[in-house]
């Protein structure tokens, strides 16, 4: 008998244990609310969910990415090309932050003029040919960036564009069995079946227009600083060819030792 009353007094849990199980319990207690408004929009809602999901994670790696990469910070760019056009290329190597990829780029132009032209004995074709080779390379390092800055916009447009398109569809369902039920019901039409129907089927509409509305302006705000980025970039490297120091334009040999881009 003694032994039957030690094991169901073991099985009793503690204050402490007891602490957990209601903490555990209230943490489930709110999230019922969320349950049940998807369990009321049915299926599409809970699409919309994963599209708002899917929308903030890109959101967060895009801004993360653009806030990295410094692309729209150019100040460091600007110096750099008033002491290339005054011929002090040291100063315009050392100005540049080469932790931003366009000043990568703008280093790199500058090393083409630089490796073309300190040759004075070669052919003017030959420099041609091989300026035009250098601009192509640099064309590829400007793609290749606009590429990656550009990566998974689409997605954001394919939600954006989707899910007012789905919170229709979900309205349209719903508007579908509530006219079903009072169907069924024949004579015996009870207002509150048709009312709460309806703003079950609204409901889908307006988390749609809910995920849609802040992920058009996001991507419409990550557009513009892409297109910004691109007129910089190209802005940026199209001056190092036509403002080139005059000893480079000469062709004059000169003796000054170009950084690498890291």
């Known amino acids: 008998m003694s032994s039957e009353l030690t094991q169901d007094l073991v099985k009793i849990p503690s204050p402490e244990g007891l602490n957990e199980i209601?903490?555990?319990?209230?943490?489930w207690d709110a999230f019922n609310p969320l349950i049940d408004f998807l369990n009321v929009g049915g299926p599409v809602v809970w699409i919309l969910m994963v599209?708002?999901?899917?929308?903030l994670t890109i959101s967060i790696?895009?801004?993360?990415?653009?806030?990295?990469?410094?692309?729209?910070?150019?100040?460091?760019?600007?110096?750099?090309?008033?002491a290339w056009k005054q011929g002090e290329i040291d100063k315009a190597t050392n100005a540049l932050n080469l932790q931003a990829p366009i000043s990568n780029i703008v280093l790199s132009a500058q090393q083409a003029c630089c490796d073309v032209y300190r040759n004075s004995d070669a052919e003017a074709d030959v420099q041609n040919?091989?300026?035009?080779?250098?601009?192509?390379?640099?064309?590829?390092?400007?793609?290749?960036?606009?590429?990656?800055?550009?990566s998974y916009l689409r997605p954001l447009e394919m939600i954006a564009a989707l899910s007012p398109l789905l919170g229709l569809l979900g309205t349209v369902l719903g508007m579908i069995e509530a006219f079903k039920?009072?169907?069924?019901?024949?004579?015996?039409?009870?207002?509150?079946?048709l009312s709460g129907g309806i703003w079950q089927a609204l409901l889908t509409t307006a988390v749609g227009l809910a995920?849609?509305?802040p992920v058009v302006m996001l991507h419409g705000y990550l557009e513009r600083k892409c297109e910004r980025i691109a007129f910089l970039l190209n802005d940026a490297v199209t001056r190092v060819f036509t403002q080139m120091p005059e000893f480079l334009n000469k062709n004059e040999e000169n003796t000054h030792e170009f950084v690498h881009a890291a």
């Open 181 to 193: 039920q009072m169907e069924l019901a024949g004579s015996q039409v009870d207002p509150s079946i």
């Open 129 to 150: 040919k091989a300026i035009d080779s250098y601009k192509e390379e640099l064309s590829r390092q400007a793609n290749a960036l606009m590429q990656s800055l550009r």
């Open 22 to 27: 209601q903490t555990v319990a209230s943490d």
């Open 51 to 55: 599209f708002s999901v899917v929308a």
């Open 61 to 82: 790696l895009k801004l993360t990415q653009f806030f990295l990469a410094k692309a729209e910070h150019n100040s460091d760019i600007e110096i750099s090309l008033r």
């Open 211 to 213: 995920v849609a509305i």
